[in-house]
């Protein structure tokens, strides 16, 4: 029997595999595509998803198919420009470009050679997992190859990473709630010669124009994202046909200037699951959530999902929490995962509410609030801002703005120039204690804490240092996924926090 199988093999799927692949499980996985899907959707993440791909050791890998995002600049119904959304300044609070564009097939391709190295995960591909069931010892798929032979496949748990249109999601009868946006829109991704690249912007570009909301993104090397709404009445097949796209680019390019890579039409939705559990069976990526792709955000979900998941599942298999508070650990991936997918798709569609107003008059009035807001200088707002942090699950009782937030990764000097910090610690539990504050006694209660002390850290560029001051916080305590599950403003409550941390956890 499997510790966890895992149905679907893309983006999601492919991180929980390595992730729990690295924390040492006998993991299954299955896909219904012999090959890495070829076709780019996602065309940008964050820096929380490179500090994932550094734990998986593939962040070397697929730097050569990632490039800072340029900023995006929101121009409005007479051209003016209405607002900058650019990343935070540097020093980089996680220790990487905060905002990437990349290719997706190839970032694909270098996470499951990763999982390849792995003696304890199986991949099978070209394969469709036809029925899902389960009792109180496990799950069961039913696995039906190429050739239509029926094989079973048994597991402790199954993450259901299979997709918008999720074969697991309907067989449990597990509903979707509409978070009520649903659009057509054409997606046209090309590559772009040296005659076109002159011709188009250096930045990106959300055209707020009322007759055709449009976007334009300044992927890697020579490639560039159209997304261009649909009217009503336009059918959306044949917008997808090569003369029509080349229409609809006529704005900024003719065929001579590049070769369309893909071009396709999608509705986008606002959904999320109702539950994100049943029994033994968890869902994740697009097959939990989607949202509209104004931030770049629908990967970055998946992502975060199978890495809130993972160590949940490891800590639980691997018997390091008590049986007894086992459920509700489990149950903390669905309530945290939930209320952020949710805070971050109402702040996605508010941001494409600014880009899709289809009104003129309301257009303009838009156009005058933005500017007005801003005192008529439009600002740079960095897009990591309207990220939210955990707000409910794992956590700390006692609230703080700290609380739930992404921890930062410092640069560490090291022998011979420096490293991140979880280079050098590992991702498990942290106790990151400020500069003066002592450890205490009660860092023993949650075995396999490490007591990072930041006057022995030697960090190069006062990333932590700014935090801690920031936040006037004497210490916080950092769960395996980098998130903070609470914070000691004095140094007297370190030691009640590690406690808060272990009783939850059964350990005490
Ligand atoms: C136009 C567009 C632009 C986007 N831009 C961005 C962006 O910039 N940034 C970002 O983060 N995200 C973006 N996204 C979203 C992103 O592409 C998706 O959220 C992401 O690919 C979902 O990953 P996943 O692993 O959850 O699902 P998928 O990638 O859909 O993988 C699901 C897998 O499950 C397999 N499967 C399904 N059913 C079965 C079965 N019964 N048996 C076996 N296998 C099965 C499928 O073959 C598939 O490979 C965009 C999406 C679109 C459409």
Redesign the pocket.
């Known amino acids: 029997m499997f510790d966890v199988a895992i149905?679907?093999?893309?983006?999601?799927?492919?991180v929980a595999a390595a992730l729990l692949g690295q924390a040492g499980l006998q993991v299954y996985a299955?896909?219904?595509?012999a090959e890495v899907?070829r076709i780019p959707?996602?065309?940008?993440?964050d820096h929380e998803i490179l500090r994932v791909f550094q734990q998986l050791g593939v962040e070397a890998a697929i730097r050569p198919w990632c490039e800072p995002f340029t900023p995006s600049e929101y121009y409005g119904v007479d051209g003016r420009l209405i607002r900058r959304m650019t990343m935070v300044a540097p020093p980089y609070p996680q220790g990487y470009t905060p905002s990437m564009v990349f290719t997706?097939p190839e970032v694909e391709r270098v996470l499951r050679e990763r999982v390849a190295q792995m003696a304890r995960v199986r991949v099978e591909l070209g394969?469709?997992?036809?029925r899902i069931t389960q009792d109180e010892h496990g799950v069961q798929l039913e696995i039906e190859s190429a050739e239509g032979r029926l094989t079973q496949v048994q597991a402790k748990y199954a993450i259901a990473?299979?997709?918008?249109?999720?074969?697991?999601r309907t067989q449990f009868d597990m509903p979707l709630e509409d978070l009520d946006f649903d659009e057509p829109?054409l997606?046209v991704d090309v590559l772009v010669n040296e005659q076109g690249l002159a011709k188009l912007p250096a930045v990106s570009v959300q055209y707020c124009e009322p007759d055709r909301p449009c976007t334009l993104?300044i992927g890697p090397k020579n490639h560039r994202?159209w997304?261009i709404s649909l009217k009503p009445g336009e059918d959306p097949q044949q917008a997808a046909a090569p003369a029509a796209t080349w229409q609809h680019l006529a704005r900024w390019l003719t065929p001579a200037d590049g070769t369309l890579w893909r071009q396709?039409s999608?509705r986008?939705h606002a959904l999320v699951a109702a539950q994100w559990r049943r029994g033994r069976v968890f869902l994740?990526?697009?097959?939990a959530h989607?949202q509209p792709?104004f931030l770049?955000?629908?990967?970055?979900?998946?992502v975060r999902d199978a890495a809130n998941l993972s160590w949940k599942l490891a800590a639980v298999l691997h018997g390091e929490v008590q049986a007894a508070a086992a459920e509700a650990l489990l149950d903390s991936y669905g309530v945290e995962r939930k209320a952020h997918v949710r805070e971050l798709t109402s702040r996605i569609k508010a941001v494409g509410a600014v880009i899709c107003e289809r009104d003129p008059a309301r257009a303009r009035a838009r156009d005058e609030r933005l500017l007005a807001e801003c005192g008529g200088v439009v600002k740079d707002t960095p897009r990591q801002d309207l990220l939210p942090a955990l707000s409910q699950g794992l956590l700390s009782r006692h609230a703080h703005a700290a609380r739930g937030q992404l921890f930062p990764q410092p640069w560490i000097a090291a022998e011979g120039g420096r490293r991140h910090l979880d280079e050098v610690f590992g991702n498990g539990w942290r106790l990151v204690l400020a500069a003066g504050t002592p450890v205490p006694a009660a860092a023993k209660a949650l075995p396999g804490l490490r007591v990072l002390r930041s006057e022995e850290l030697n960090e190069t560029e006062g990333v932590l240092a700014a935090w801690f001051g920031k936040n006037e916080l004497a210490g916080a305590l950092v769960r395996p996924d980098n998130y903070v599950f609470g914070v000691a403003p004095g140094a007297d409550q370190a030691g009640a926090l590690v406690e808060e941390a272990a009783a939850a956890l059964g350990l005490i």
């Not at 959707?41 to 993440?45: D, E, N, P």
């Open positions: 149905v679907g093999y893309g983006p999601a799927g492919q299955c896909d219904r595509l899907y959707r996602a065309v940008a993440l997706q394969v469709e997992m036809r990473c299979d997709g918008g249109s999720s074969t697991v829109w997606v993104v994202r997304e396709a999608y986008f994740a990526g697009d097959a989607m792709p770049g955000q629908g990967m970055c979900q998946g």
